[in-house]
């Protein structure tokens, strides 16, 4: 069974970092776009950033210029580096990847999810 396990959340003053992790374990041919989502309580999921394959990125308005999406290709692993975090970056964070499970079916799975709080 193909997952993805998130690592890497937590308690965090303003102004501080954090480095979230999601690995993708199971039996698979291959990885497309991997992201990251975020859910606020009492708001919808949103997007905080996405990397193709071959590195290409997308972010957020919100994030941009402090957040950095990185993965590692050969570890089946993304990355997402949080520095100079905010109040309003506090929401549970969700893994995302476009998975080819066989030669004919591509999955979009989700990790379990991390709590980031960002508070003094």
């Known amino acids: 069974q193909v997952q993805l396990v998130e690592s890497g959340g937590g308690l965090v003053q303003p102004g501080g970092s954090l480095r979230l992790s999601c690995a993708a374990s199971?039996?698979?041919?291959?990885?497309?776009?991997m992201g990251w989502y975020r859910q606020a309580p009492g708001k919808q999921r949103e997007l905080v950033a996405t990397i193709t394959t071959e590195g290409s990125t997308n972010y957020a308005d919100s994030v941009k210029g402090r957040f950095t999406i990185s993965r590692d290709n050969a570890k089946n692993t993304v990355y997402l580096q949080m520095n100079s975090l905010k109040p309003e970056d506090t929401a549970v964070y969700y893994c995302n990847a476009e998975i080819r499970i066989s030669l004919a079916t591509i999955r979009s799975l989700w990790g379990q999810g991390t709590q980031v709080t960002v508070s003094s």
């Open positions: 199971g039996r698979f041919f291959h990885i497309n776009d």
